[in-house]
């Protein structure tokens, strides 16, 4: 048994790199052969063996010598994480079959375009590190700077109840509630998945009593809400988007109808019945929206702008 163990892994060692970049491929050939995975993947011997391996892989994706090292790096260490490792681990001179398993598919699933962040499977927002899948969009630098806004506009010692919507990640429920202690936010998704990364996002910062996490489209069956907040989807259907986001990130969190601008118009056409007297709400929204908005709505939001200098917000104070 040994000696055939050691023959397929040195079979397959000897195509390596084909084998991984074709991960489906792998599974089929190899593992009916040889059951035990860890075989599959020969251990690295180093980790600076493994750093350059990977970077050599990334590089035609990725183009950039330096950045295709890095994260090369970067996936290593995930990839310890995933293992069940320390991260500190990588500075001891041998890896395990296990890290250099999970490595190579890390290193094949980003070569195939994959995010970095679905690869790693977290991404950070305003200092907050998510669970992040393909479900769940990546947040983005514009959506840390709705939380901005969204923070000048509640009080410190706020008592308010807050609707999230489109909630995805978690990321700006979570952000607002960290920021603003006496809130309590209802976050809520139509997508089954998504709830359940938010719900572990939630419960990773130990906010389960402040943060809610509700299945349903854009409004609860009832509540009433001092703030609606909502990154929703608001890219028009037949615009182009480029292929590491068509191709990986969640259409439902991206197309928001014909116009882009049918989600949103929707949640604010709803948002009276759930509104309190006086309450505020705040979009993110497309950057070429400005003027079919104020049409709509006859000048009722004030506009602002992203760090790019693009209309991206847009806010009604109640
Ligand atoms: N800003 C996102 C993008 O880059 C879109 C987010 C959304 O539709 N809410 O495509």
């Given at each position: 048994m040994l000696i055939k163990m050691k023959k397929s892994a040195q079979l397959i060692q000897s195509n390596n790199d084909e084998c991984v970049m074709m991960n489906k491929k792998l599974d089929a050939n190899c593992n009916s052969r040889i059951?035990?995975?860890?075989?599959i993947s020969m251990p690295f011997s180093s980790v600076s063996e493994a750093i350059s391996w990977g970077a050599k892989m990334l590089l035609e994706s990725i183009g950039d010598a330096s950045l295709a090292e890095r994260e090369s790096k970067w996936l290593l260490e995930s990839s310890a994480v995933s293992a069940g490792r320390d991260p500190l681990f990588l500075n001891q001179p041998d890896l395990t079959a296990r890290v250099s398993s999970v490595f190579r598919s890390h290193i094949a699933r980003r070569s195939r375009g994959e995010p970095l962040s679905y690869v790693i499977g977290e991404a950070s927002f305003r200092g907050i590190d998510l669970f992040v899948t393909s479900d769940v969009l990546i947040p983005r630098p514009e959506t840390e700077q709705l939380v901005d806004e969204i923070l000048k506009l509640i009080p410190k010692a706020a008592e308010w109840q807050i609707l999230d919507q489109g909630t995805g990640s978690g990321a700006i429920a979570i952000a607002v509630a960290l920021e603003r202690k006496l809130v309590h936010v209802t976050g809520i998704d139509k997508s089954t998945s998504a709830i359940d990364i938010a719900k572990k996002n939630v419960k990773r910062y130990g906010l389960e009593n402040r943060i809610d996490i509700i299945e349903a489209d854009i409004f609860p069956k009832e509540g009433l809400f001092d703030m609606i907040i909502a990154n929703l989807p608001y890219v028009p259907d037949k615009v182009d988007l480029p292929k590491e986001i068509s191709e990986w990130e969640p259409v439902l969190a991206l197309r928001g109808g014909p116009t882009g601008m049918e989600v949103i118009n929707r949640s604010i056409e709803l948002s009276n019945k759930f509104l309190k007297p006086n309450g505020l709400l705040i979009y993110e929204i497309g950057e070429e929206q400005e003027s079919g908005f104020r049409e709509h709505w006859q000048n009722r939001f004030e506009f602002k702008k992203d760090l790019n200098n693009k209309i991206r917000f847009m806010i009604d104070r109640g």
């Open positions: 059951s035990n995975h860890e075989v």
